[in-house]
């Protein structure tokens, strides 16, 4: 007996991850193959950005981008880190955001969405869930020492990993009865992997390896107190943060755990 409409729905949270973000794709496909409708999405850092072209009816547009990443690519954007400071303005990101996603505003999207990033200035989470969608997703992915915060209305806002790496509970505030959540935070040694892969790491590797313990440790608590009703883990700890050129690879390993996930739920 086919399940009645409102029973295949769900809200969707995307945990944050950088490059592993691309997971994120394959899973929308797997619940769209699944007839699974999304009645609201939140998203935290890459999490936020591919939810913004998913809420927004672009996720095709951002997908051919991804696939088309080279390695090539990734090392003249991470050549251009100023090595002092480590802090980029995001001018490459928001000009992509902007050629793809225009002026459409979070009320504007097809499917609600918020973003979540983090005040500096009182340590408060923060979500954004009306206004420039552009901005919302800036916010988010503003990882401290790589992008600079976003100032805005008096907070300083920057990656909300500091405090919800996976935003369940943003999901269920929005009104989502069901919620399906993505983790892309691995174990922290799983099988003998480590989280930097040389014996001088770089500042992002560093960064990133500092990140990935954080969110993991916090995701584990925020999962714990809030569970969703689905989570789907993909295997993406072997993925590097700056492996954005992987994106084939990234989106089938998001797309098979979702099924999997799915097919036992």
Sequence with gaps: MTEPPETRSAGLALGGGAARGWAHIGVIRALAEHDIRISHVAGTSIG?????????????????????????????????LPSRTGLLKGHHITSFLKQHLGETTLEQCAIPLAT?????????????DSGDI????????????????LDRKGALLVDGGLVNPVPVSTVRAMGAGRVIAVDLN????????????????????????SAQIIEASLTRTRLASD??????????????YQDFNRGQEIIDLGFRAAMAALAEW
């Design 48 to 80: 936020a950005f591919v939810g913004a072209f998913f809420a927004a009816n672009r996720l095709d547009i951002l997908m051919a981008s991804v696939l088309r990443l080279t390695r090539k690519d990734v090392l003249a954007y991470v050549a251009s």
């Design 134 to 149: 552009v901005e919302a997703v800036r916010a988010s992915i503003a990882v401290p020492g790589i992008f600079t915060p």
């Design 116 to 128: 979540v990033a983090t005040d500096l200035r009182t340590g408060r989470e923060i979500t954004l």
């Design 186 to 209: 691995p174990v922290i040694r799983r099988n003998g992997r480590l989280l930097l892969r040389g014996e001088q790491p770089n500042m992002l590797e560093i960064l990133g390896a």
């Design 227 to 240: 569970p969703p009703d689905l989570l789907v883990c993909p295997d993406v700890a072997h993925i590097s």
